[in-house]
T-cell receptor
Framework: AQSVSQHNHHVILSEAASLELGCNYS??????LFWYVQYPGQHLQLLLK??????LVKGIKGFEAEFIKSKFSFNLRKPSVQWSDTAEYFC?????????????FGTGTRLTVIP | DGGITQSPKYLFRKEGQNVTLSCEQN?????MYWYRQDPGQGLRLIYY???????QKGDIAEGYSVSREKKESFPLTVTSAQKNPTAFYLC??????????????FGQGTRLTVV
């Protein structure tokens, strides 16, 4: 089965600092890749997604992610974080070998932005 | 508004009792999913359904049961056989797409506490 690794469990940054959250997955074939965000008390929302094409994907709220196939990675970045980015971030992979659109999630990274 | 509704938001049950969590969607999505979220473990798939009257076990189906009698509804029953039922439960849905370029949409979750 697919596995997804997020190595940063808790990241603390000051406002305006740059952010990079790591995500690696195990299967090297065709995959769809996602980053979801869960703000405190809210439901999971899609930040960005990669299906094919340009490996640099731009999402909402200034986030972007780069798909590097050779490294099985899909790291999330933001040049300058804001206090409102405080949330939990989940990387997810849809393994296209399976017959379903099941998502495999990483364990999540909690981001705390200090004003 | 289109979306996924999970009810109730908080649920308390005594140990040994079965409990059913509701999930309704009005997005006309074919596929629906149940995930369990535990601190530090990310989201793990319990059951999924690609079409009405059909469902499949996910990674942690033991102690759970589901039904899919209607397209818009996918209730999850947490049975007394589930050894550690206290958790946050998330329901999701996604449209069917032959190119597999779909994303999942999530409900707000139900926090189940078994005492």
């Amino acid at each position: 089965a697919q596995s997804v690794s997020q190595h940063n469990h808790h990241v603390i940054l000051s406002e305006a600092a740059s952010l990079e959250l790591g995500c690696n997955y195990s299967y090297g074939g065709t995959v769809n890749l996602f980053w979801y965000v869960q703000y405190p008390g809210q439901h999971l929302q899609l930040l960005l997604k990669y299906f094919s094409g340009d490996p640099l994907v731009k999402g909402i709220k200034g986030f972007e992610a780069e798909f590097i196939k050779s490294k099985f990675s899909f790291n999330l970045r933001k040049p300058s974080v804001q206090w409102s980015d405080t949330a939990e971030y989940f990387c997810a992979v849809n393994d296209l070998r399976t017959g379903a659109n099941n998502l495999f999630f990483g364990t999540g990274t909690r981001l705390t932005v200090i004003p | 508004d289109g979306g996924i509704t999970q009810s109730p938001k908080y649920l308390f049950r005594k140990e040994g009792q079965n409990v059913t969590l509701s999930c309704e969607q009005n997005l006309n999505h074919d596929a629906m999913y149940w995930y369990r979220q535990d601190p530090g473990q990310g989201l793990r798939l319990i059951y999924y359904s690609q079409i009405v009257n059909d469902f499949q076990k996910g990674d942690i189906a033991e102690g759970y049961s589901v039904s899919r009698e209607k397209k818009e509804s996918f209730p999850l029953t947490v049975t007394s056989a589930q050894k550690n039922p206290t958790a946050f439960y998330l329901c999701a849905s996604s449209p069917r797409d032959r190119g597999r370029r779909t994303e999942a949409f999530f409900g707000q979750g139900t926090r189940l506490t078994v005492v």
